[in-house]
Nanobody
Framework: QVQLVESGGGLVQAGGSLRLSCVAP????????MAWFRQPPGKERAFVAA????????YHADSVKGRFTLARDNAKNTMYLQMDSLKPEDTAVYYC???????????????????WGQGTQVTVFS
């Protein structure tokens, strides 16, 4: 497992933007397939976005497509989630996740990832 640390959450008005960051102290993020998930209050943890280990592809959930963008800066060893046009329904705890093995077509599944951060709260008010 790898330790992951998220940051960048906060309170923002609807229509605003936030950028989440995820780092892995002492590890090279480019060695892992990674993803962002979120868990709204009282609901299951849900897929938001993912990136393949070789950075060749990114995937985004339909609910965030066109508004959120996952990116990984290997020089800074950081993964980002740029969130624009935020809506109240985006309110959730956001988690980054990493997989040491192959994820393949299971990138949307939380069970494909063995390492998780502690989460960062995003609250969007109208």
């Amino acid at each position: 497992q790898v330790q992951l640390v998220e940051s960048g959450g906060g309170l923002v008005q609807a229509g605003g933007s936030l950028r989440l960051s995820c780092v892995a102290p002492g590890r090279t993020l480019s060695s892992y397939a990674m993803a962002w998930f979120r868990q709204p209050p009282g609901k299951e943890r849900a897929f938001v976005a993912a990136i393949t280990r070789d950075d060749s592809r990114t995937y985004h959930a339909d609910s965030v497509k066109g508004r959120f963008t996952l990116a990984r800066d290997n020089a800074k060893n950081t993964m980002y989630l740029q969130m624009d046009s935020l809506k109240p329904e985006d309110t959730a705890v956001y988690y980054c996740a990493a997989a040491e093995g192959l994820v393949g077509n299971y990138y949307r599944s939380r069970y494909a990832y063995g390492s998780w951060g502690q989460g960062t709260q995003v609250t969007v008010f109208s």
